[in-house]
T-cell receptor, first 113, second 114 residues
Framework: QKEVEQNSGPLSVPEGAIASLNCTYSDRGSQSFFWYRQYSGKSPELIMFIYSNGDKEDGRFTAQLNKASQYVSLLIRDSQPSDSATYLCAVNNIDGTASKLTFGTGTRLQVTL | EPEVTQTPSHQVTQMGQEVILRCVPISNHLYFYWYRQILGQKVEFLVSFYNNEISEKSEIFDDQFSVERPDGSNFTLKIRSTKLEDSAMYFC????????????FGDGTRLSIL
């Protein structure tokens, strides 16, 4: 059973601070890793994806991947109240022409004023 | 920016009835997916679809479920003889490719079984 683990939170950070979200996965064969943001009652919205070890930056967001440790993280700099949402870590496993995302339960982020 | 569209946004159905959830994937995408999310739980994979056939399905996707691409733009999920536990948000997603290609999600259909 392929698992993706996240701390459910809530993670509370003050406005302007850095939020650090973490995720571990069980399948060493996983190829690519995604962070989605989900507001309550809404669909997952892609924030970033990463497939090589190291860091990938996009604006205020940085994704970090360490395949040896089976660990993915998302840093949000200068956190804003509008960043308050649940952040879903998803791991992609590909087998032939088949691909599926395995999601974690999500970490709820609260950015306080 | 192109997006995945789903209809209806909310479907209320009596237990035992059949429902069809509709999706229009992004036009140049080749891979299509259905996921569901029961209230308060994680997003779960149901099925992936490529080249007019199912490429993978989960244990959830039993004989009650079927998918179809009836024309060049629509992708549908049919649930026969609905049960109370089928109540969930159903998300359609699409991707351009497999390797290192993100899946883009539609806004979802909230299915309520009475």
């Amino acid at each position: 059973q392929k698992e993706v683990e996240q701390n459910s939170g809530p993670l509370s950070v003050p406005e302007g601070a850095i939020a650090s979200l973490n995720c571990t996965y069980s399948d060493r064969g996983s190829q690519s890793f995604f962070w989605y943001r989900q507001y309550s009652g809404k669909s997952p919205e892609l924030i970033m994806f990463i497939y090589s070890n190291g860091d990938k930056e996009d604006g205020r967001f940085t994704a970090q991947l360490n395949k040896a440790s089976q660990y993915v993280s998302l840093l949000i700099r200068d956190s804003q109240p509008s960043d308050s949402a649940t952040y879903l870590c998803a791991v992609n496993n590909i087998d032939g022409t088949a691909s599926k995302l395995t999601f974690g339960t999500g970490t709820r982020l609260q950015v306080t004023l | 920016e192109p997006e995945v569209t789903q209809t209806p946004s909310h479907q209320v159905t009596q237990m035992g009835q059949e429902v069809i959830l509709r999706c229009v994937p992004i036009s140049n995408h080749l891979y299509f997916y259905w996921y569901r999310q029961i209230l308060g739980q994680k997003v779960e994979f149901l099925v992936s679809f490529y080249n007019n056939e199912i490429s993978e399905k989960s244990e959830i996707f039993d004989d009650q479920f079927s998918v179809e691409r009836p024309d060049g733009s629509n992708f549908t999920l049919k649930i026969r003889s609905t049960k109370l536990e089928d109540s969930a948000m159903y998300f359609c997603a699409s991707s351009r490719g497999l390797s290192n290609q993100p899946q883009h999600f539609g806004d979802g259909t909230r299915l309520s079984i009475l």
